[in-house]
């Protein structure tokens, strides 16, 4: 029975024969497999219909804060300290008075010239009263004409001491004034530089203190030539339109200056040391955010771009040599690889200045694993980009700068 059971073994053809049978089985399932992928279809995509648009040339800059006015504080009379009345650092107004100087001196000038003026006023009137006393006299021929007129040039002589009398009176009310050192303009006072019983004098080199005028105030932005030119190339060309320039500030902890500035003017001269144009800008600063000397970052834009696309950035890829491209729909619903060129980012979307025409279906998704020419299937993304056409947009957005790849 056991004899029965035994099967017996294949020789050498009938192996051959077995793995013949099990090759051609694979080959057969490695066609079906085939035969399967390529019948995958055509590709899903969704895509965008991109249009230009009004997109503003945004710069960044670095910026120093300047003081719209700040007046050194000298002495215009010489004399001893007696009083400070102002608190450094403290708000003061025009005119408020700063320090008092002993006004002593000044005073008894003032009451001399005072007198003088008095003594001369009644010499005039004598020797007016003199001449009028020898007119009828002298055409009665009781006095000679001689010393009419003597009387007359006496009279004329003392009205001049008058005067000259007022003016000396002036003048030391005028020394006496400057005993009272005021704020030339409001601001912020400074450190004082003198304490109270400090002799000055009158004009010296060092200043008493400072006052700084800090609202509005300055930003002084340095942009270089090469960008300025650049910007007018863009103008002469066409498509690039100039606007009215808006400055945004960041502050030197990160943060957003909340109030918006305006660019006054540009400087005329090259800095020779930096090759760079200063742009002064202006900006409100109730608050005394803003202090002279310090570094910020100015944000503005000084045109538009009405030639650009915004491409959601999710459909721009980079080769290996970091040339950017993307994908769009083509005749025959197939893929179209196109190379363009971007300038920067805005917001969720790159600036895309070359490579697309208005009307373009740019694919946003489905396009990781497409290849030029592939077939595909596109539909409407179910949202659009964000497009701005406004400055204002564009300043209020932080813009990353130029992409590097």
């Known amino acids: 029975m056991r004899d029965a059971l035994k099967l017996p073994r294949p020789g050498p053809i009938g192996a051959i024969a077995i793995a013949a049978t099990l090759l051609l089985a694979s080959c057969g399932s490695s066609t079906d497999a085939g035969k399967s992928a390529g019948n995958r279809g055509p590709a899903a995509v969704a895509y965008v219909v991109v249009e230009p648009a009004s997109v503003p040339v945004v710069q960044v800059l670095p910026g120093r804060v300047a003081a719209f006015q700040a007046v050194q504080v000298r002495p215009q009379a010489t004399g001893v300290i007696l009083r400070q009345t102002f608190r450094e650092g403290s708000f003061v107004r025009q005119g408020q008075t700063l320090y008092q100087i002993d006004p002593s001196q000044y005073q008894a000038a003032a009451a001399q010239a005072a007198a003088n003026l008095q003594s001369a006023r009644a010499n005039a009137d004598a020797a007016r009263a003199l001449a009028a006393r020898y007119k009828p006299l002298a055409e009665m021929e009781a006095v000679s004409k ?88 863009s103008f002469s060309q066409g498509g690039v339109l100039q606007t009215t320039t808006q400055v945004r500030l960041k502050l030197p902890n990160g943060a957003d200056y909340p109030i918006t500035g305006t660019v006054d003017f540009s400087q005329v001269v090259v800095d020779q040391n930096t090759g760079t144009v200063t742009l002064r800008a202006s900006f409100a600063n109730p608050q005394a955010v803003l202090l002279p000397g310090m570094y910020v970052s100015a944000q503005f834009a000084q045109a538009v771009n009405t030639t650009a696309f915004l491409v959601p950035q999710q459909a721009v890829s980079r080769d290996p040599k970091g040339t950017a491209t993307l994908f769009v729909v083509g005749p025959d619903n197939h893929a179209l690889e196109r190379t363009v060129v971007i300038d920067r980012t805005q917001g969720s979307s790159w600036v895309v200045t070359q490579g697309l025409a208005a009307g373009d279906k740019v694919i946003v998704e489905g396009a990781a694993n497409l290849r030029d020419g592939d077939r595909i299937r596109p539909a409407p993304a179910k949202r659009e980009p964000a497009r701005s056409g406004a400055t204002e947009a564009a300043v209020n957005s932080h813009p990353s700068g130029k992409p590097t790849g």
Not at 172 to 186: C, D, E, K
Not at 194 to 199: E, H, I, P, R
């Open 146 to 233: 001689q010393d009419y007129t003597n009387a007359v040039a006496a009279a004329r002589q003392a009205e001049a001491a008058v005067a000259q009398s007022q003016a000396a009176l002036h003048s030391a009310q005028i020394n006496l004034r400057y005993s009272r050192v005021p704020a030339p303009i409001s601001g912020r006072a400074g450190l004082s530089n003198v304490n109270v019983g400090t002799l000055v004098t009158a004009n010296q080199d060092t200043a008493l203190t400072t006052v700084t005028q800090l609202d509005p105030i300055y930003v002084d932005i340095q942009q270089s030539t090469s960008d300025m030119l650049n910007l007018r190339q």
